[in-house]
């Protein structure tokens, strides 16, 4: 079974930058797909970014695009999501989640385990 602990959230200014960080235990990271999800207060868990297990091709959604960068780390099983020019509307809970193939990356159905979240506030 795969465990996945996300830490680096916490509050900043707009402008600013955070580093999330998802350690897995239970399979490799180089062996599966990951993803960035985040929840905002009252909204539906959105695609943030994933990466891709063999080609490691990287994919952003639009609001992202040019801000943040998936990343991860073989030797230490992590993954790393470093987010710069911070908004308020990036405020939400980022998740970290794995799944076995690339297809449908942005598709949260797609993916079989999730961490348990750590919290971004933005403030303005």
């Known amino acids: 079974q795969v465990q996945l602990v996300e830490s680096g959230g916490g509050m900043v200014q707009a402008g600013g930058s955070l580093r999330l960080s998802c350690v897995a235990s239970?399979?490799?990271?180089?062996?599966?797909?990951m993803g960035w999800f985040r929840q905002a207060p009252g909204k539906e868990r959105e695609f943030v970014a994933a990466?891709?297990?063999?080609?490691?091709?990287?994919y952003y959604a639009d609001s992202v695009k040019g801000r943040f960068t998936i990343s991860k780390d073989n030797h230490k099983n992590t993954l790393y999501l470093q987010m710069n020019s911070l908004k308020p509307e990036d405020t939400a809970v980022y998740y970290c989640?794995?799944?076995?193939?690339?297809?449908?990356?942005?598709?949260?159905?797609?993916?079989?385990?999730w961490g348990q979240g750590t919290q971004v506030t933005v403030s303005s």
């Open positions: 989640a794995t799944k076995p193939n690339s297809g449908r990356y942005y598709d949260e159905g797609t993916y079989n385990d």
């Open positions: 990466i891709m297990r063999i080609t490691t091709n990287t």
């Open positions: 239970g399979r490799t990271v180089s062996s599966v797909t």
